[in-house]
């Protein structure tokens, strides 16, 4: 299976989203969180007021001026149940006037969580609901320099280009940042991890490697994912990925707390796994045997359809029945293989990755 989420970043990026080192990332986040605070105020006390170079400006109860990103505008356009794509088209004392008609009228009274920026140029980040579970990137990006180190000299460290280790640039770099979210992609591929049965029946080796995301506006989940993979290209596509596994978490009022319980613990594990942990978890895979609970196991787990369609991919690639919960995550990635869509396959491959946290059930 390949992975393309780094690649997508890659490709999208421009050059002042990039960053050569989690150090970087982090000090440049520390520095927007000082400069932001968070305030709460009724949607009917949110005012635009059209300004003839920059569009639109809300003005705070302090008199002070907030210029909106084109993030938090289309938030608050949502907010005001108006098109935001549409909007953009109009004059600026038109767009105000919907967006304050939409604001005061159209919606019951209620709280809007404003995120606000002074830097300079005061703006605003964020329009989100009153309760919306801000997890801040620089607190994210701290435990991951304390579990990894700065992401260029440790043993997790951007990815080389086809196994091969890389100076870290701006044009291959894995570390990405905007206003409104980040993407971090690290691997292990100096210890890599022998897997027996890789392909066609002969072994092989696998490197480590992860995903970590996030938003401080709202655009998206907070976010992990491991898995195991080949290598990775100029393009920054993860090739030959396997054992994938995704914890989410959506920002509603626990997610701090979220945050502290299942991503802190989940990224101290994988810090501290060994290679020889999880040879261990496969050679254990091989040797648990399904009998006559197969047909139950897969169903459970990917439905009867996808269990049979399972069942002969493996049959084709080995020449031989599952017999194993290590065929049956062979047979699974198989399938995965043979879907055309990303999230198709990343689904299959995640549900195959679980499998192996029941060795030890």
Avoid at 61 to 90: C, D, I, K, V
Avoid at 260 to 281: M, R
Avoid at 307 to 328: C, F, N, Q, S, V
Wanted: hydrophobic share 40%; proline share 4%; charged share 25%.
């Amino acid at each position: 299976m390949e992975l393309m989420q780094a690649s997508n970043q890659w490709m999208s990026r421009p050059d002042d989203e990039r960053y050569t080192s989690l150090i970087e990332m982090r000090n440049h986040f520390d520095q927007v969180r000082q400069e932001c605070r968070e305030t709460t105020v009724s949607s009917r006390q949110i005012h635009f007021e059209p300004v003839e170079t920059r569009g639109l400006v809300y003005c705070d109860q302090s008199g002070r001026n907030h210029f909106p990103t084109h993030w938090a505008f289309g938030q608050l356009a949502t907010l005001a149940e108006a098109p935001a794509g549409y909007l953009r088209t109009l004059p600026a004392p038109i767009a105000a006037d919907c967006l304050n008609y939409g604001l005061q009228f159209k919606r019951q009274i209620e709280d809007v969580g404003l995120l606000l920026q002074s830097n300079g140029s005061n703006s605003v980040r964020a329009a989100t609901g009153p309760k919306y579970g801000r997890i801040w990137n620089n607190d994210i990006l701290a435990q991951l320099i304390a579990r990894f180190g700065d992401g260029v000299s440790g043993a997790f460290r951007v990815p080389g280009e086809f196994g091969q280790a890389v100076v870290v640039t701006k044009a291959n770099t894995t570390l990405f940042a905007g206003d409104r979210d980040f993407f971090v992609f690290l691997a292990d591929e100096q210890n890599r991890i022998e897997i027996p049965n890789r392909r066609d029946g002969q072994p092989g080796t696998m490197a480590r490697g992860f995903f970590v995301w996030n938003s401080e506006t709202g655009a998206r989940t907070l976010g992990v994912a491991t898995f195991l993979f080949d290598y990775v290209c100029c393009n920054r596509i993860v090739w030959g990925a396997s054992e994938y596994k995704e914890i989410r978490i959506r920002h509603t009022v626990s997610a701090p707390d979220k945050f502290v319980e299942e991503i802190g613990p989940a990224l101290e594990s994988y810090a501290k796994s060994s290679t020889a942990s999880i040879t261990q978890a496969i050679t254990d895979a091989r040797e648990k045997q399904l009998g006559d609970k197969l047909d139950d196991f897969l169903a459970n787990r990917f439905g009867k359809r996808i269990a049979d369609k399972i069942k002969l991919a493996h049959t084709a690639d080995e020449g031989r029945p599952i017999e194993t919960l290590w065929d049956a995550v062979t047979g699974a990635t198989a399938y995965a293989r043979s879907l055309g869509h990303q999230d198709a396959r990343v689904d299959i491959e995640r549900k195959a990755g679980d499998i192996l946290d029941l060795v030890a059930a």
